[in-house]
């Protein structure tokens, strides 16, 4: 789909490099250029696993070693986002600019460039001087304190839901600014905060909380009724219940040969209630492996909660190749077509320098 197209990639760590890998897994060219110590990301002693978030992150590109503050570096720089169509870099907001290659600078050498700083906060005043991680941008949108457990505390998620999705809403922007590039010449800057790309999953808390006071969303849809709930298993896992609809909840009732349960569909999950309390009794009865078998026979919107060692065997995710295995080592898919049209493992520091140099 980006065949043509050359990215020019400033970034580091998880968020940017996942943009620029989605925008490789569509065909673009994607040179990262690294300082001479390299992406942080890559395995620095002692701390292997971080190796591991740059080999997810970093397949499909080129590498190239460049110090900024050289001035022939600089300007090797300038010459290739001179001949790119996109720009991204993941620095605090204004070093860009004080290393020479930010906006103004692109756009003097490539008067069409997409440009796309990608940073926690944001340009604006505000707060653009701080440092942040995953974990701070969820609390400042409010996401973090929807996911709470039974006392109230909120929890602390196993998975970088801000720094994912800071990264897909960089790419969004820039296929968005493509399109627009295509339609009129003209050049794009995009400035991405990660924070503020948490706020569409609060767009039904603040209007909800605007007319009712309500601070938890829907309240059909945070646990509060038997129809929406996370079950025990006889083995000590887990299954989601999600039969808001009628039909699915009839569904469930007449397979389990509950009956009785019918007018309890929106019931509460509380101890008085005997619907929930025989729910959690009927789930309790019954293996994790004998729910999913369930769940593949009886249309009521029942799902395993499954480990990631599971996730990769799951029918579906190898009928979608979701999750596809290079050279031994299990890879995410980040397309969902043609996903085998190419690949490359993530590069060696500078590994495509001579490369590049002869483009000079």
């Not at 989605?22 to 990262?32: C, F, M, N, S």
């Not at 646990?223 to 609809?245: F, H, P, Q």
């Not at 690949?343 to 590994?351: G, R």
């Amino acid at each position: 789909m980006l065949s043509g197209i050359k990215v020019i990639d400033f970034s580091q760590y998880l968020p940017a490099p996942h943009t620029t890998l989605r925008l490789a897994e569509l065909g673009a060219e994607v040179i990262k250029v690294e300082s001479p110590v390299g992406d942080p990301s890559r395995a620095p002693s002692g701390e292997e696993e971080m190796g591991y978030i740059f080999q997810a992150q970093n397949r499909n590109k080129k590498s190239i070693v460049l110090n900024l503050k050289d001035e022939a570096d600089k300007e090797w720089a300038l010459q290739l986002i001179a001949a790119a169509d996109v720009v991204v870099e993941s620095y605090r907001p204004g070093v860009a600019d004080r290393l020479g290659i930010g906006y103004k600078e692109a756009l003097s050498v490539n008067e069409k460039v997409i440009y796309c700083s990608l940073s926690g906060y944001g340009r604006t005043e505000t707060m653009r001087h701080l440092g942040g991680h995953d974990l701070n941008y969820l609390s400042i949108s409010g996401v973090l304190s929807q996911l709470k457990d039974q006392t109230g505390r909120p929890i602390q998620p196993g998975t970088q839901l801000a720094d994912f999705i800071g990264g897909i809403t960089a790419s969004e922007a820039i296929l968005g600014a493509l399109v627009k590039r295509e339609r009129t010449g003209e050049p794009s800057y995009l400035d991405i905060s990660i924070t503020d790309s948490l706020f569409p999953f609060m767009s039904n808390h603040f209007l909800i909380e605007g007319y009712t006071g309500e601070q938890n969303g829907a309240d059909k849809l945070g646990g509060k009724y038997v129809c929406y709930y996370i079950y025990e298993t006889k083995d000590g896992r887990y299954v989601t219940l999600g039969a808001l609809e009628p039909k699915f909840w009839k569904n469930l009732c007449h397979a389990l040969n509950k009956e009785s349960w019918l007018t309890g569909h929106f019931s509460k999950t509380t101890d008085d209630n005997p619907v929930f309390k025989e729910l959690k009794e009927v789930f309790a009865n019954r293996t994790l492996a004998e729910w999913t078998q369930f769940s593949m026979e009886v249309d009521c919107c029942l799902a395993p909660i499954l480990e990631t060692s599971e996730v990769v065997n799951h029918p579906l995710v190898k009928s979608r190749n979701l999750v596809f295995t290079k050279q031994g080592v299990n890879y995410t898919a980040t397309r969902f077509s043609e996903q085998e049209s190419k690949f490359s493992p993530p590069p060696k520091l500078s590994q495509h320098a001579d490369e590049l140099k002869q483009l000079k």
